[in-house]
């Protein structure tokens, strides 16, 4: 047995079915590529095939990637089913640039990084995440076309997906604009919380002003603690010229900083609009985790299938992580993939010694796996 017992329990829980529908190697296959994402074996497809706990040809791993559309489609949506049935009905969505070096990879072209003000080659990678026991875990990577608009991207994927009606949308100002709010709103019966930019025209009573003018000359009612961070609050009903429906209005400061948010529901308390909005850091973090530790945009495969496939890799990767860091109570994304890397090592110097004490370790691991019944 090639995979440490407790990703391939864990995963099989999760995605079974799949894998009872289509051939065994598909499982062993996608099996292999998340333990090597989470040992930090996924620069490439090469390092994860000649690992030593894995043994196989990369081009057998190339050649599933690549392919293989109906399972990694049922592996797709067993992931959002699994993952929607036990979230928090909160949706964060953002997109990211991936840089590039070559341009012969699918879906690289000229992208503007706002962080460094200039344009690169990269690849635009729209995300749609949910919270899941205070995480955020993936339903959707979805690498935008050239060409392409990421507002109808979104719109897509909200109107496919089976959430829940009263469900929370949360999205920076990039996403803050009629279509996306009117469609969550008036047409999927969704709750939406966004920033909104400074030079939209806003309407209260009988004052029209820019955002910016707003909340510069806003005067704070109120002043709370929110996650540990004393914030400032101004809260109104007010209307925007592109919007067709009222929104409540809240303007915020933190750390001298002032922002204004908008929420489509007019019931929620300001507290809980800011509170809301916070939580879309998590994606940031998710982000950065993602393109440190669980090799998210390391794929140099150059077909636009592989490159898909290899987002389904690492989401599911990423969520069999925190599923096992949850499980163990490991507090940080380091000390878990410390551990695994400890477990991994471990097996290594026993195959050596000894093929008996090898099977017992790979069916054993190591005592904290078996302790919460990752593994029989």
């Known amino acids: 047995m090639n995979i440490m017992?407790?990703?391939?329990?864990?995963?099989?829980?999760?995605?079974?079915?799949?894998?009872?529908?289509?051939e065994t190697f598909n499982s062993k296959d996608?099996?292999?590529?998340?333990?090597?994402?989470?040992?930090?074996?996924?620069?490439?497809?090469?390092?994860?095939?000649?690992?030593?706990?894995s043994k196989v040809s990369h081009?057998?791993?190339?050649?599933?990637?690549?392919g293989h559309d109906e399972f990694f489609k049922d592996m797709k949506k067993a992931f959002e089913r699994y993952v929607m049935s036990v979230n928090e009905d909160a949706y964060i969505l953002d997109d990211t640039q991936i840089e590039r070096r070559s341009t012969k990879l699918p879906f690289v072209y000229k992208n503007f990084d706002h962080a460094n003000g200039r344009y690169v080659n990269s690849q635009s990678l729209l995300t749609i995440g949910t919270l899941v026991n205070?995480?955020?875990?993936?339903?959707?990577?979805?690498?935008?076309e050239k060409g392409k608009n990421k507002n109808e991207e979104v719109?897509?994927?909200?109107?496919?997906?089976?959430?829940?009606?009263?469900?929370?949308?949360?999205?920076?100002?990039?996403?803050?604009?009629?279509?996306?709010?009117?469609?969550?709103k008036m047409v999927l019966g969704l709750e939406a919380i966004g920033m909104v930019k400074s030079n939209l025209k806003l309407k209260i009573g009988d004052s029209e002003?820019?955002?910016?003018?707003?909340?510069?000359?806003?005067?704070?009612?109120?002043?709370?603690?929110?996650l540990s961070k004393e914030v400032k609050i101004h809260e109104e009903i007010g209307y925007f010229k592109s919007i067709r429906i009222p929104l409540k209005v809240v303007v915020c400061e933190m750390n001298s900083k002032r922002i204004t948010l908008v929420?489509?529901?007019?019931?929620?308390?300001?507290?809980?609009?800011?509170?809301?909005?916070?939580?879309?850091?998590?994606?940031?973090?998710?982000?950065?985790?993602?393109?440190?530790?669980?090799?998210?945009?390391?794929?140099?495969?150059?077909?636009?299938?592989?490159?898909?496939?290899?987002?389904?890799?690492?989401?599911?990767?990423?969520?069999?992580?925190?599923?096992?860091?949850r499980l163990l109570a490991i507090r940080s994304e380091e000390g878990m993939?410390?551990?695994?890397?400890?477990?991994?090592?471990?097996?290594?110097?026993?195959?050596?010694?000894?093929?008996?004490?090898?099977?017992?370790?790979?069916?054993?691991?190591?005592?904290?796996?078996v302790d919460v019944g990752l593994i029989p």
């Not at 990703?7 to 289509?22: A, D, L, M, Q, W």
């Not at 998710?286 to 669980?294: D, H, I, P, V």
């Not at 299938?305 to 599911?316: F, L, P, R, T, Y």
């Not at 471990?346 to 370790?361: G, V």
């Open 263 to 325: 929420c489509t529901n007019l019931k929620m308390s300001a507290e809980g609009v800011v509170r809301n909005y916070m939580s879309r850091w998590k994606i940031e973090v998710f982000f950065k985790s993602a393109k440190q530790r669980f090799n998210l945009g390391d794929c140099t495969l150059r077909s636009s299938k592989g490159q898909e496939h290899w987002m389904i890799i690492v989401s599911v990767a990423y969520l069999v992580f925190k599923v096992i860091m």
């Open 134 to 144: 205070g995480e955020l875990i993936p339903l959707e990577m979805k690498f935008v």
């Open 30 to 53: 996608l099996l292999m590529l998340v333990q090597g994402v989470l040992v930090g074996r996924g620069k490439s497809i090469n390092s994860i095939a000649t690992y030593s706990l």
């Open 5 to 22: 017992p407790s990703i391939s329990k864990i995963t099989k829980s999760i995605f079974g079915p799949v894998f009872e529908v289509h």
């Open 155 to 184: 719109i897509q994927w909200l109107k496919q997906a089976e959430i829940n009606k009263g469900s929370l949308v949360i999205f920076d100002s990039w996403y803050t604009h009629s279509e996306i709010i009117e469609t969550c």
């Open 337 to 369: 993939k410390e551990l695994i890397h400890l477990a991994i090592s471990y097996m290594i110097s026993m195959t050596k010694e000894s093929k008996e004490a090898y099977l017992m370790l790979n069916y054993g691991l190591f005592s904290g796996f």
């Open 209 to 226: 002003k820019s955002v910016g003018q707003y909340q510069r000359q806003v005067e704070f009612t109120k002043e709370v603690e929110i």
């Open 59 to 66: 081009t057998t791993l190339t050649r599933f990637l690549n």
